[in-house]
C-alpha cells in the first residue's frame, strides 16, 4: 500500500519587477525582501499592496508580516521602508508590531440623521441581554458587534458609551452646523474583533498581547507610496506619519516640482455596501416588536429600497464614517486635509522595470548621501514645505541641501531633475514644459495630485 504524496512546498517567486523575496504572500499581497547591493546590506524591504479585503487571506497576511519581522532583525537589518504602492486598503492595521507602546487613536464618527438614530435604538436595545461572548449564535453576534450597537466602539478618551446617545450625539460642526456623532474610537480589545478581522487579533491586543518592544525607531523607518494609498491605507499612514513620527516619500505625480500627497486616496475609515445598509434595516425591522415595527412604519427606514443596488454594474458603497485626527479642536475630516509627503521622487527608467531601484533610491535619500527629492519637508511636523528638499539630520535623514542647493531662477532644482532621469530622455523638453507651469499659483486641493503619475520612457 502506497502511502499519499505530501502536498508540493509552494514555491516562493518574486513578482514581475521584483526581486527574489524572503517571504512572499501568494498572491503578493504583502512579501519582505533584503537589499544585498553593496551600501544597502542593512536595509529590509515591506511590500503591503493591500490590507486583505478577501475573506481567508487575513492570517497568512499576519504571518508573512511577523515572520518577516522576525527574519530581518535575526539578519541586523537596521533600516526599513515600507512601500505602499497601489495600496487601495482592506480590513487589518498594521502598527503595534512596529510601535506596540503606541495606542492607536483611530477617531472616527457619522453623519448623525434619523435613520441612524432609529438604527442605533433599536440595536442596542437588542443587544442589551448579550455579552460580548463569541460563543454565540451568527444571528446575536451580528446584533451585539453592530455599529449601531453603542457597546461595540470606545469614546474619544478611550472608554465605554454610556448609552446610544452619548454615542449618537448629536454634535453640530462646519459652516453650516452640519449634524455627526460622538467621535468613536475602535475597541480592540472586544472578543468579538476577531470575528470582523477574518480570524485574527490586531497586534498587541487579545490573543497577541506580548508584543513589547519596537524592532525599529522611528527615524529608521520610511513610508513610500505612489500616491494611490487609500481607506485602511490612510488610517494605517496617519497612526505612522502622526502617532509614529515616521517620515513620507511620494513617488510620481506630474512633471512639475509642487509637493505631492502620498494618500492620494479617500481617507474615509469605513465604507458600507448599500446591501449591508439594507439588510441592517430589514434584519432590525424582521425581529422588532409588533408595536415598534408599526412605529417603525412612519419612519425614514422604511423608504430605504434595493433600486440603488439593481441599477449599479457593480457592488455599491458608501463612505460611512469620516476620519478625525487626534487633538483637532475642528473636528476636520482628514478627506479634506492636503497632506504633502515629506520628500517627492520622480520616477525613472530604472525603477520602472526593477522595483530595487526605487528602495534603494529612497535608502540613499533618506538614511545614505543622495537627495533625489524634487520636493518636500524637512521641518520636524512636516506641515511646511522648505526651499531645499531632503531630510534634516535630526529627522534622521543625511542633513537637508548637501547634495543639493537651490540657486537663482531654480537652478538647483534643475539639475536635481536631470541628474535623476536617465540619459535617454529628452529631459532638456521635459525641464522646458516645467517652466510652464505658474507653482506659485498651482493649487490643487486634496486627493486630485496622488493619482496622477508621469511615465518615462
Request: charged share 20%.
Amino acid at each position: 500500500m502506497t502511502s499519499p504524496e505530501k502536498p508540493a512546498a509552494r514555491k516562493t517567486v518574486p513578482a514581475p519587477g521584483y526581486p527574489t523575496p524572503v517571504l512572499r504572500q501568494r498572491h503578493n499581497i504583502n512579501g519582505g525582501y533584503f537589499l544585498d547591493q553593496p551600501g544597502f546590506e542593512h536595509v529590509a524591504v515591506l511590500t503591503v499592496g493591500s490590507f486583505v479585503s478577501n475573506e481567508g487571506q487575513e492570517v497568512e497576511f499576519q504571518n508573512i508580516n511577523d515572520g518577516f519581522i522576525a527574519a530581518a532583525k535575526a539578519a541586523n537589518k537596521t533600516k526599513l521602508i515600507i512601500d505602499l504602492s497601489a495600496n487601495g486598503g482592506g480590513t487589518i492595521l498594521r502598527l503595534r508590531p512596529l510601535f506596540p507602546n503606541l495606542e492607536p487613536y483611530g477617531g472616527t464618527r457619522f453623519r448623525a440623521h434619523t435613520a441612524l438614530d432609529n438604527l442605533g435604538e433599536m440595536y442596542s436595545e437588542a443587544a442589551a441581554p448579550y455579552t460580548h461572548n463569541p460563543n454565540q449564535t451568527d444571528n446575536i453576534l451580528a446584533v451585539v458587534e453592530s455599529s449601531w450597537n453603542y457597546r461595540s466602539d470606545m469614546d474619544v478618551n478611550g472608554k465605554p458609551f454610556s448609552d446610544w446617545e452619548a454615542k449618537y450625539g448629536p454634535h453640530q460642526h462646519g459652516p453650516s452646523n452640519d449634524s455627526f456623532t460622538s467621535i468613536i474610537r475602535w475597541n480592540l480589545t472586544d472578543p468579538l474583533q476577531k470575528l470582523s478581522s477574518g480570524g485574527i487579533y490586531v497586534s498587541g491586543y487579545q490573543g497577541r498581547s506580548n508584543i513589547t518592544n519596537p524592532p525599529w525607531r522611528s527615524e529608521d523607518i520610511i513610508l513610500v507610496y505612489d500616491g494611490y494609498c487609500a481607506s485602511t491605507c490612510a488610517i494605517f499612514s496617519e497612526f505612522m506619519h502622526r502617532q509614529a513620527n515616521v517620515k513620507t516619500i511620494a513617488l510620481g505625480g506630474r512633471p512639475t516640482t509642487n509637493p505631492m500627497q502620498g494618500v492620494g486616496g479617500v481617507k474615509g475609515t469605513n465604507s458600507f455596501p448599500l446591501s449591508y445598509i439594507f439588510t441592517s434595516i430589514t434584519s432590525a425591522l424582521s425581529w422588532s416588536d409588533p408595536w415598534i415595527k408599526k412605529s417603525l412604519n412612519n419612519t425614514v427606514l422604511t423608504q430605504y429600497t434595493q433600486l440603488p443596488m439593481a441599477r449599479s454594474g457593480s457592488s455599491p458603497s458608501v463612505n460611512s464614517r469620516d476620519g478625525i485626527r487626534h487633538g483637532d479642536e475642528g473636528n476636520l475630516p482628514l478627506q479634506f486635509l492636503y497632506e504633502p509627503a515629506d520628500c517627492r521622487i520622480f520616477y525613472t527608467a530604472a525603477m520602472v522595470v526593477d522595483q530595487s531601484a526605487v528602495w534603494r533610491t529612497v535608502a540613499d535619500t533618506v538614511w545614505g548621501k543622495g537627495n533625489a527629492c524634487v520636493a518636500g519637508s524637512n521641518n520636524s511636523n512636516g506641515d511646511e514645505v522648505s526651499e531645499i528638499p531632503g531630510f534634516a539630520e535630526e529627522d534622521g535623514g543625511r542633513g537637508s541641501g548637501d547634495e543639493a542647493s537651490v540657486d537663482d531662477e531654480g537652478e538647483g532644482e534643475r539639475e536635481n531633475f536631470l541628474q535623476h532621469i536617465s540619459a535617454d530622455i529628452d529631459v532638456e523638453e521635459i525641464w522646458e514644459g516645467l517652466q510652464q507651469w505658474d507653482l506659485e499659483d498651482d493649487v490643487v486641493m486634496s486627493g486630485t495630485r496622488g493619482g496622477e503619475c508621469i511615465t518615462l520612457p
